[in-house]
């Protein structure tokens, strides 16, 4: 008797039975193509390492098959006349010898392909495949090793199988893509992260809305953003080839998505000079406009500084990209969230429960060095958790 061996080397991390291309009692020569093993990179055959009769199935179909596992012998004694049985002398009570058949393997139950059937080479999830849709194999054209049918040809003949959604670009989207890949390309970024207690903020939001002025948490974000650059002004700068310009109104951007037509950044001008209520205002204002359509040229251009708000969208932290030309630094804002956290209160570390959010600040180092963005974002960070009472 020959072992069939799951080859020690295959490719993959991981490797299943998938089917037997030979049954119990059929004649095999050398190399011919005996079990189908599959992995999450490739199906390979085994070959017959002998001739002779197939005459045990250890590991079938959807067994694990593991390198220098036995997955069946071949008797290689045995001729093909012998089929499913082999002679042994007994000794009976009689002189003389008698020979009584025994059967080694019983053949699998159920009928059995023609010789040179396609069906033969099906494997079962195939198999069943075609029977429940009662597709004839001859019908399908099949893409495997050695024109065998797998079970994507079965999917495409039903219409079933996987397709492609094509999505022409707008002209939104190409100019998206253009400004991304200039961004990149053009300025060194970096990005620096921070964490803000919004406690005070969301108190004052809640305030101001009960004296029936509401208020959303970007012009919190905005009017703090404004008042950080007295701190850092080169984040409200620019690179030029010659020299630094710094820009003498703050202009913030607010990016505003419009669903799957991709984004606009209209700019509060002028946002240093406005209080928090006319800064909501006009983000009140900007924001309808935007989503319907109705934004001049003049509400997204001039913009020396951008904010995005992702966190409305509910992630946690991102590191958008500069996408204007002509800024230094665009900040990001996650999605304010309830942490616990360790503060210190009457001079003892105490746990509790505050709404955080993480900001990032990345900026065009070319412009910016690190101990100006660490020195904005912990300037942001301190009007954000020291926001005074309503």
């Known amino acids: 008797m020959i072992d069939i061996l799951v080859p020690d080397e ?4 991981k490797a299943v039975v998938r089917a037997w291309l030979k049954q119990i009692g059929d004649t095999v020569a050398v190399n011919d193509p005996l079990v189908e093993l599959e992995t999450d990179k490739v199906t390979q ?8 009769v197939l005459a045990e199935i250890v590991l079938d179909t959807d067994a694990d098959a593991v390198p220098g596992a036995l997955l069946g012998r071949i008797d290689a004694g045995r001729s093909p006349a012998q089929g499913t049985h082999q002679s042994n002398t007994l000794m009976g009570p009689e002189a003389g010898v008698q020979e009584r058949p025994q059967t080694l393997h019983a053949p699998r139950p159920g009928p059995r392909p023609a010789p ?10 195939v198999r069943r495949a075609l ?7 001859s019908r399908i054209q099949g893409t495997g090793r050695g024109g065998r049918i797998t079970r994507e040809d079965v999917e495409r003949a039903l219409g079933t199988g996987p397709s492609t959604t094509d999505i022409p670009h707008d002209r939104m989207r190409l100019k998206i893509a253009e400004n991304m ?18 406690s005070g903020v969301a ?45 003498p109104t703050i202009d913030i951007g607010v990016g505003t998505a419009l669903g799957d037509k991709g984004l606009v950044v209209p700019v509060v001008k002028d946002a240093g000079s406005l209080s928090l209520e006319q800064i909501g205002a006009k983000l009140d204002d900007l924001t309808r406009r935007a989503r319907e359509g109705k934004l001049t040229g003049s509400d997204v ?26 800024q230094a630094a665009i900040l990001g804002v996650g999605k304010l969230q ?34 100006q963005t660490n020195a904005w974002l912990s300037r942001f960070v301190e009007i954000i958790e020291g926001w005074p009472p309503a």
Request: hydrophobic letters at 45%.
């Open 10 to 13: 295959q490719e993959g991390t």
């Open 45 to 52: 055959e085994v070959p017959a390492p002998a001739a002779g």
């Open 116 to 125: 040179g059937n396609r069906e033969e080479r099906l494997s079962p999830s």
């Open 131 to 137: 029977q429940q849709h009662g597709i004839e194999p």
């Open 181 to 198: 890949v200039r961004a990149v390309a053009e300025a060194p970024h970096v990005t620096a992260l921070f964490e803000a207690d919004f």
């Open 203 to 247: 108190a004052h939001k809640a305030a101001s809305a009960k004296r029936g002025t509401k208020l959303s948490y970007t012009a919190y974000i905005v009017k703090a953003a404004a008042e950080a650059m007295g701190v850092a002004p080169a984040i409200n700068g620019r690179w030029e080839s010659d020299r630094i310009a710094i820009a």
């Open 301 to 326: 251009s001039g913009g020396s500084f951008t904010i995005s708000n992702h966190g409305v969208s509910g992630s946690l932290l991102a590191a958008p990209i500069i996408l204007h030309a002509g």
């Open 338 to 371: 309830k942490r616990v956290m360790v503060r210190e209160v009457d001079g003892d570390d105490a746990i509790v429960i505050l709404p955080m959010a993480y900001v990032t600040l990345t900026i065009d180092h070319r412009v910016v060095d690190g101990h």
